[in-house]
């Protein structure tokens, strides 16, 4: 990166660091090989001529922002297919292998409408379809020579999936299924790509046989003509609206009335229905569910990229900033000199190395647990249905809020859009929404320690990540060491889970079914699941970290540990009520810690530039006027105000608040008054995607 015009301060801190900024890099990246490729990935990718915007997209029309996006997406799918050395790679090996490749974000900074494809669509071919079924649709789908989605939330359910109402109706004498949606609330909604972009999707319903229900299936089903993209008859289609981020993402409404389609439709991997109607269940209901497992174990590390960003700009720009006098007669200090602003920024940087170590981890019990797959075994998969579900809502919940305390450590500039940090708060707050919203998947987490709880008193052995519930000694005195505080982080969750399964069972006894017992005691029980989830981020972290630390030098691994022991002991003054009433800690330790906590800011802070550094995050892909590599803050931030076009925005009104409580019909309304809902087939289908998918672009 150039320094030609690098701001004095930013220098200053840069020639602070004490340890090799490369080094932390290339660990980051999983070495130095994966550091060399992706740079130069970016490199080639980046040169491509018009695929960076000159015009923000924040001046444009919703209508125009979908077009531009297309037009960006199918110039980023050439450049990577001409560069991209993985692009022939299982998508679960690809997906692993680029965790940290941000190029794209420089793309479509408020996401792509072709993410599910990769994502969902062909990950869901490959888990879900049969051989056969795989060795048409992923050469189909790799090649783009179809565009695919994966529909499976509704207007009227989203996590609640056997709540689902879309029909598959089997057709014995024709062997084939009838899509149909029963109602105006089992219209898919919000699936990306969907609305204009996709002509296939995987759509989740209901297999009725002989009007008996076999639950949740998986089917292929062609959504638009592939030569014209008019949707096929029977299908209704558009786009949902404005939304609070992912506003370049095309999400979408889909009904069926009767489409029929062919019996191998079905993705028939795991269950089956033959010609006769007879239904083969699969060995496990729960491998239906695995693309979303998937998914969840990859948003980990997508918030943990997303806040890398965020601290990145809020990190740069606090060097910059200079603000009050922190003595009087003294020059204006670095806002990144006040205790209180590295207090913010600091715990930003740990908790995304938290994250990014720890799903590195969870992406090895996947693949174990895929591989148990494979032999039959599916003994695992509880184990990473819980893991997934509980660092998805740790992760996504903690990097979200920690992205808003970046934005606010940015003061007024912050707000600005041209920051970039409110584009990333609403990315990263959906988060915590899709692929299973956060309370409901942390009671499924509590319903799994539940029963975790009765085997280990019938003393049954328990999965290795929650073998602690067995231990019933308490520590005789709090142990302020890092592995003293996670072995009290697993007493809070044990004795959390232990007070709930009782309040649970209090409610029983006093007549209370089982359902309203639990729901009584669900605000305990989601306290627990939480808990569960902070003592295995710690210790995970601190795992990894102790492992890597290893093979790295003794300037770099000393802040490594650092920022763990920062992480560690920040959770622990942030949970004191829970550690107080579980644990032996005393007001003289918590006293201790806060004195080692601000020990630890110091002790930090002429490493926060290096450390931001180290993501190695482009300007590009940053788009922020406060957190570019240079640091010229004020001259960006003037250059971007005067792009800006003189206009006036509508005043906003509420569809899910309105007197009379039509939700669904409003959200419906308001949908279709969507500029791309006017006509059946955006110009972009035969302008971009048409000659795209057919090679000739």
Not at 276 to 291: Q, V, W
């Amino acid at each position: 990166m150039s320094t030609i015009t690098e701001n004095e301060d930013l220098r200053k801190e840069r020639a602070k660091c004490t340890f090799n900024i490369e080094e932390l890099t290339y660990l980051l990246d999983d070495g130095y090989e994966n550091t060399r490729r992706r740079r130069d990935l970016e490199n080639k990718v980046l040169s491509t001529k018009g695929l960076l915007d000159e015009i923000p997209e924040e001046y444009l029309s919703h209508k125009e922002k979908y077009e531009n996006v297309i037009r960006k997406c199918v110039k980023l799918h050439r450049a990577l297919l001409e560069y991209d050395d993985l692009r022939d790679k299982p998508i679960d090996e690809k997906i692993k292998a680029i965790l940290r490749d941000t190029v794209s974000l420089a793309v479509t900074k408020d996401n792509s409408p072709m993410m599910l494809h990769s994502g969902m669509f062909l990950m869901a071919i490959e888990g879900q379809a049969n051989e056969k079924q795989q060795e048409y649709w992923l050469k189909r789908g790799r090649n783009m020579e179809i565009i695919g989605t994966y529909a499976q939330t509704e207007l009227g359910h989203g996590t609640f999936l056997r709540g689902l109402e879309l029909r598959a109706t089997y057709d014995e004498k024709t062997e084939e299924f009838i899509l149909h949606s029963p109602t105006l609330t089992s219209y898919k909604w919000w699936p990306g790509g969907l609305a204009h972009t996709a002509n296939y999707a995987i759509v989740m319903a209901q297999l009725y046989i002989k009007d008996k229900c076999y639950g949740m299936q998986p089917f292929m089903v062609q959504l638009r003509d592939e030569e014209t993209h008019m949707p096929l008859p029977g299908i209704k289609v558009g786009e949902i609206g404005p939304k609070l981020g992912f506003n370049t993402v095309n999400n979408g409404f889909l009904g069926f009335e009767n489409v029929r389609i062919p019996r191998d439709r079905m993705l028939m991997k795991n269950a089956q229905v033959l010609k006769d109607g007879t239904f083969i269940a699969s060995p496990n209901s729960k491998l239906t569910y695995n693309t979303m497992v998937n998914v969840r174990v990859l948003i980990v590390n997508t918030v943990a990229k997303y806040l890398s960003s965020a601290s990145t700009i809020a990190v740069r720009y606090a060097a910059v900033r200079r603000q009050s006098q922190m003595k009087p007669g003294e020059p204006e200090p670095q806002i990144l000199d006040y205790v209180t602003q590295q207090h913010k920024l600091m715990i930003a940087i740990a908790t995304s190395h938290a994250y990014h170590f720890t799903v590195r981890w969870l992406y090895d019990v996947s693949d174990t647990v895929k591989e148990n797959i494979t032999k039959g075994q599916l003994d695992t998969l509880p184990e990473l249905h819980v893991l997934a579900c509980a660092l998805k809502v740790l992760s996504s919940s903690e990097c979200t809020s920690l992205v808003e305390v970046c934005r606010r450590a940015c003061g007024g500039h912050g707000y600005m859009l041209s920051s970039n940090l409110p584009q990333l708060y609403g990315v990263c707050t959906a988060t915590m929404t899709y692929e299973g919203e956060n309370t409901v998947l942390l009671l499924q987490v509590a319903r799994s320690l539940v029963k975790a709880w009765d085997r280990a008193a019938r003393g049954q052995p328990l999965s290795p990540s929650m073998s602690y519930i067995e231990n019933k000694t308490l520590a005789a005195k709090w142990d302020a060491s890092l592995d003293g505080i996670v072995r009290n982080f697993q007493i809070v969750s044990r004795s959390k889970l232990a007070s709930s399964v009782a309040s649970f069972q209090q409610y029983m006894k006093s007549g209370l079914s089982y359902e309203d017992a639990w729901n009584k005691a669900s605000v305990q029980l989601i306290a627990a699941a939480e808990a569960h989830g902070r003592a295995i981020v710690l210790a995970i972290y601190k795992q990894q970290i102790e492992k890597q630390a290893r093979n790295v030098s003794l300037p770099l691994r000393d802040v490594l540990h650092q920022l763990l022991e920062l992480y560690m002991v920040y959770w622990t003054l942030e949970k004191v009520g829970d550690l107080l009433l579980y644990t032996q800690i005393s007001e003289r330790d918590v006293k201790a810690l806060q004195r080692r906590y601000e020990d630890l800011l110091e002790i930090l802070r002429p490493n926060a530039v290096g450390l931001v550094d180290a993501f190695d995050i482009r300007d590009e892909v940053l788009c922020s006027t406060l957190g570019s590599y240079d640091g010229r803050v004020y001259e960006r931030l003037m250059e971007e105000a005067m792009k800006s076009p003189l206009n006036k925005e509508p005043v906003l009104c509420s569809t899910l608040g309105s007197y009379d409580g039509r939700v669904y019909e409003r959200l419906m309304e308001e949908a279709m008054k969507s500029p791309l809902n006017k006509e059946p087939v955006n110009d972009t289908f035969h302008k971009y995607l048409k000659p795209f998918m057919r090679g000739k672009l």
